[in-house]
């Protein structure tokens, strides 16, 4: 478990990319008693961005690392819209459109580019904002299989 996601702030927003996805959906995204540390194992990618005007990923788990060819200092305050390619990106922005006005959305699959130019696939992928109990959105997450 990298360093970075127990600092305090970090760890408050990864804390709720679980807690999200389980009041939004109804069921946990990982098991365990310490989210952060089940969500860097999972046997799943889990990525999530923040609320900037260009969103950046703040979090992407060992798998996501290993899909999106990055190492943990580039990928976390990457723009987000750059994990997919020019020409997709408007799809990629309609998607996050939806997850922004129904909450979540489990049906996306879609074509996405590592940081050494590969092309893969994703999908079934779930994608959902990021809430706390307030309601206060801080971003958006993805799972998806590899």
């Known amino acids: 478990m990298p360093a970075i996601y127990r600092e305090p702030g970090c760890a ?3 804390a709720l990319i679980a807690g999200s996805f389980e009041r939004l959906l109804g069921r946990p995204l990982v098991r365990g008693g310490d989210p952060i540390a089940a969500l860097w194992q999972a046997p799943f990618a889990v990525v999530a961005h923040g609320t900037e005007a260009d ?5 992407g788990n060992a798998r996501a690392l290993t899909a999106f060819e990055s190492d ?3 990928f976390v305050g990457m723009p987000s819209r750059l994990s997919a390619e020019a020409p997709l990106r ?3 922005q309609a998607l996050l ?22 092309r893969f696939r994703i999908g079934p992928a779930v994608v ?5 109990g307030d309601g ?3 971003g958006q997450a993805a799972m998806f299989p590899l």
């Open 12 to 14: 408050a927003r990864i």
């Open 55 to 59: 969103p950046l990923f703040f979090f």
């Open 72 to 74: 943990l200092a580039t």
């Open 90 to 92: 408007e799809e990629r």
């Open 97 to 118: 459109d939806r997850v922004t006005a129904h909450g979540f959305i489990d049906d996306y699959a879609g074509v996405r580019i590592s940081a050494k130019g590969r």
């Open 128 to 132: 959902w904002n990021l809430v706390d």
């Open 136 to 138: 206060v959105c801080f």
